[in-house]
């Protein structure tokens, strides 16, 4: 056994990846166990890219942008390490359902694409749409949100340089926090980006599309917004215009 299993605590969670543990006397973090070598080098390759995205963003002229959003993260692990016998750790910032830390339940997947939406998908998530969200986060907050994941969404693509491939964005609260927020996750099957060539411009799009956590005709003011807050910072960026313009047309049509 090595240091860190005398610290897990409770397992909370489990898959095809590992297990998800508790830390003892600390209720704002949870740690991510696995000893497959297949998923201990993905969580490697995963911890490497979101660092260096964060790094981009914050060694930017942006970096006063990103650390004043109110109402969306994007989860950053704490630490990757691996033992000597071949198991491999990642220690993240625990994100608690809304309901609060009593509850242990599936994720929160925030499908802003859809109005009405209530269901669980084992090993997935509870995917909840707009009316359900309203459960948690207020209507001021809920339009301060899509405008925020406009933007943070124009960060990682365009300033951290992620193409943010097959993400997630679920809803949550930190520990001892009182707002319900958006966190976005699972960098995985993301790449660096090096350029903007027709590959990079459909991964991204994919990004957006793939599932509908952001606002579709369904809601054409959350739309507005979400678009406003992305090519804000793609103008700032100093993204051309084709590129822009490819990228949104794909994403509302």
């Not at 959350?222 to 700032?236: E, H, K, P, Q, T």
Request: one cysteine or more.
């Amino acid at each position: 056994m090595s240091d860190i299993d005398t610290l897990l605590d409770v397992e909370i969670g489990k898959g095809g990846y590992g297990k998800v543990y508790t830390v003892k006397g600390m209720s704002n973090i949870v740690v991510k166990k696995s000893n497959k070598g297949s998923t201990c080098r993905v969580w490697s390759d995963e911890y490497k890219k979101i660092k260096n995205l964060i790094k981009n963003i914050k060694s930017s002229t942006y970096s006063d942008i990103y650390s004043k959003l109110k109402m969306v993260r994007i989860i950053e692990p704490e630490k990757f390490t691996e033992d000597e016998y071949q198991n491999c750790y990642m220690t993240m910032k625990r994100i608690f359902r809304p309901e609060g830390s009593h509850l242990i339940a599936p994720t929160l997947q925030s499908i802003l694409g859809e109005n009405d939406l209530n269901n669980v998908y084992e090993g997935r998530g509870q995917f909840i749409g707009i009316s359900q969200i309203k459960k948690y986060v207020s209507d001021k907050n809920l339009r301060l949100s899509v405008y925020e994941l406009g933007i943070v969404m124009g960060l990682i693509h365009f300033v951290g340089k992620n193409d943010a491939y097959d993400l997630e964005v679920f809803l949550g609260k930190e520990h001892n926090s009182k707002i319900s927020r958006f966190y976005i996750a699972d960098f995985d099957l993301s790449e660096n980006i090096e350029k903007y060539d027709d590959n990079t411009i459909e991964r991204i799009i994919w990004s957006l599309n793939a599932i509908e956590y952001f606002p579709k005709n369904n809601n054409k003011i959350f739309l507005d917004l979400f678009i406003r807050g992305y090519s804000f910072i793609a103008v700032m960026a100093g993204v051309s215009d084709d590129i822009l313009m490819k990228i949104i047309k794909e994403y509302v049509k």
